[in-house]
């Protein structure tokens, strides 16, 4: 009742705040579309789902999972929304959701963590922990600060990792901390957080062939994510600023500023060995100072640790870092801000390594035609091999060009393209490097010339891209072409920042036209979306991967987890939803099932698109 009363409240008011601008009158009327308790975006404690609708299995295996993405989209959305009402209780609102059910509270035995051994790996050199003890000077605290990536906010598998405990089971009440297991996304089967061996085999899903498994906790953070968030929090801080409402927000801006400190984990090797020209699991040495760091953010990184008295805890940094995941805004504003200032001793020094290291690595990145390409690793094949000739040839500070830097699935989607070209278009806007202004200037060239538009003014724009070559001879081509809601609203967004640093009155046709597409032409009642076909309901079927030869366990319902189970077979309760005789009429031999799907970071972009208009250019 609290949240449909603060909704019901937030919707009352901001329908007064109605600015002279139509771009920012779209976005009011978005906002109120999103927070509208009826349209099902956010769960009964505030937490904002994946997609409002529940059978969406891509990044998350279900549609009322999240993920710390929108977490940070929610609160990007909120600094908006004070951009334009002057009202920034929300984001403080939004900011407290990340606290309360995304940075564990569960982080046992974290006072027994050595800094000098961060993390054993079987026949592997592992390097010292070179930040703890100043992150621990400056906070007073042994724990990690920063989001865990996964959330089964209703807790449908049931494990009950709410905040703070572990495996109360399928009664407990609100958000679950899950982990994805291994494989890829239809193989995989979701493992709790925390393990104490309730449910799954005799050592609960640690599967250990010797039966002699560890009760533990494990977290594994995006990074993007949480750089997302800190990048809000520094625009808040401008407009806060400008509107004189700073120590409404000051609190919250302190805890962004905590958040960027404790994210520089994300710029180490993930067994902080020396970064660069790094050959040999055991040859390759351990580094016991800050040579581990790449001073990129990475692709992940993970924590955890034993669950029993005086037992262990550990850290882990990443060996890869992704085009995509780059943000120039956050080590901008966490180097100039005052108000987002970092604590510890040399935070202020790493990210501005950081800032001009990314830059460097757009530069490197960026192919031919002005697409970015790929990331670099420190490991090559995830193992520290030796990698062929002519990728030392084209090295990074020593690191290797990968194709692949994540899962094979983000390399070819268009929106990580328009995600980190937006950050470097911001950081154009803010300071004028010419840098920034030759890397943004390229891509908006390529990708306005990718764009088009039909007789409505209705858009098309790349789907799927890939690359061939290496550095500094790497070519992109566009292999399909869509309408991808959240694609359109970020390229729109990009193109604005660009054209009002730039003054290019083109691009920013361009940005209007994908903007008045998206109004025109895929309004509903929840947002603006797509219908879209899901041919891949057909891996509902598909068998899961079984780390371990003969293992079996059950899961909280009972399902049972063994050789020859399918995705769906562990999750029965997907029987349950009112649209499932679509998908079930599909696996018989029907019709490929279409929904009109609203994934809420997709809607949340929109709205901040349409309100960035407003704020460049008073329309």
């Not at 937030?10 to 600015?19: H, P, Q």
Request: aromatic share 16%.
């Amino acid at each position: 009742m609290k949240l449909i009363a603060l909704l019901a409240l937030s919707i009352i008011l901001f329908a007064s705040f109605s600015r002279a601008g139509e771009y920012g009158d779209r976005f009011l009327t978005q906002y109120n579309k999103i927070m509208d308790p009826d349209n099902h975006y956010f769960s009964k404690e505030g937490v904002p789902y994946h997609t409002s609708e529940t059978l969406v299995v891509e990044s998350t295996d279900y549609g009322h999972e999240t993920d710390s993405e929108a977490f940070s989209y929610n609160v990007y959305l909120k600094a908006v929304y004070g951009a334009i009402t002057g009202d920034f209780e929300p984001f403080n609102n939004a900011w407290d959701m990340i606290e309360e059910f995304m940075i564990p509270k569960l982080q046992t035995n974290s006072d027994r963590y050595n800094p000098e051994n961060p993390g054993t790996a079987s026949g592997i050199t592992v390097g010292q922990d070179p930040i703890f003890n100043e992150l621990k000077a400056a906070y007073e605290t042994d724990e990690i600060y920063i989001m865990h990536w996964l959330s089964d906010v209703d807790n449908v598998y049931g494990f009950g990792n709410v905040q703070g405990e572990c495996l109360l089971g399928p009664d407990a009440d609100g958000p679950s901390l899950i982990n994805l297991g291994q494989g890829s996304l239809w193989e995989s089967f979701n493992v709790p957080t925390c393990d104490n061996f309730k449910y799954g085999a005799s050592d609960g899903f640690q599967f250990s062939s010797t039966g002699q498994g560890t009760k533990s906790y494990q977290y594994g953070a995006g990074p993007d994510a949480d750089a997302r968030a800190v990048q809000a929090a520094f625009w808040a801080s401008q407009w806060a600023g400008e509107k004189g409402n700073l120590p409404v927000i000051a609190e919250t801006l302190s805890k962004a500023a905590k958040l960027g400190d404790f994210l520089r984990y994300t710029f180490f090797d993930q067994h902080f060995k020396q970064v660069g020209n790094c050959i040999g699991k055991e040859e390759c040495p351990g580094s016991i100072d800050k040579s581990s760091s790449h001073y990129l953010i990475s692709w992940g990184i993970s924590w955890g640790g034993s669950l029993s008295e005086n037992g262990y805890a550990w850290r882990l940094g990443n060996s890869v870092a992704y085009y995509g995941y780059q943000n120039l805004i956050t080590a901008h504003g966490l180097i100039n801000d005052p108000n987002i200032r970092p604590k510890a001793s040399t935070a202020i020094e790493d990210w501005t390594v950081s800032l001009d290291r990314q830059l460097e690595l757009y530069e490197y990145l960026q192919t031919s035609q002005g697409a970015f390409a790929a990331g670099i690793t420190n490991s090559w094949n995830k193992n520290y091999e030796d990698p062929p000739q002519e990728y030392k040839d084209s090295a990074f500070h020593g690191m290797w060009f990968n194709y692949q830097p994540g899962y094979a699935d983000a390399n070819p989607w268009f929106g990580f393209q328009a995600w980190t070209a937006d950050r470097v278009a911001q950081y154009y806007y803010l300071t004028g490097s010419e840098r920034a202004g030759a890397i943004i200037s390229k891509w908006a060239n390529w990708v306005v010339n990718e764009i088009s538009f039909d007789e409505t003014g209705d858009y098309t724009l790349p789907s799927n891209i890939k690359w061939e070559g290496l550095p500094p001879n790497t070519v992109v081509s566009v292999t399909s072409y869509g309408q991808s809601i959240g694609s359109a609203s970020a390229t729109a967004r990009t193109l604005s920042y660009y054209a009002a640093a730039s003054g290019n009155a083109a691009v920013k046709e361009v940005a209007k036209k994908l903007l008045d597409g998206l109004w025109n032409h895929h309004i509903t009642d929840r947002g603006i979306s797509l219908v879209e076909s899901f041919s891949s309901y057909t891996n509902f079927n598909h068998q899961l991967y079984i780390p371990l030869a003969g293992w079996r366990g059950v899961y909280p319902n009972g399902d049972i987890i063994e050789e020859n189970a399918t995705f769906l077979g562990v999750r029965s309760w997907f029987k349950n939803d009112p649209d499932w005789g679509t998908i079930q009429d599909y696996l018989d031999g029907g019709a490929i099932p279409a929904f009109t799907v609203h994934r809420f970071w997709e809607q949340a972009d929109v709205a901040i698109s349409f309100a960035v208009f407003e704020l460049l250019f008073g329309e």
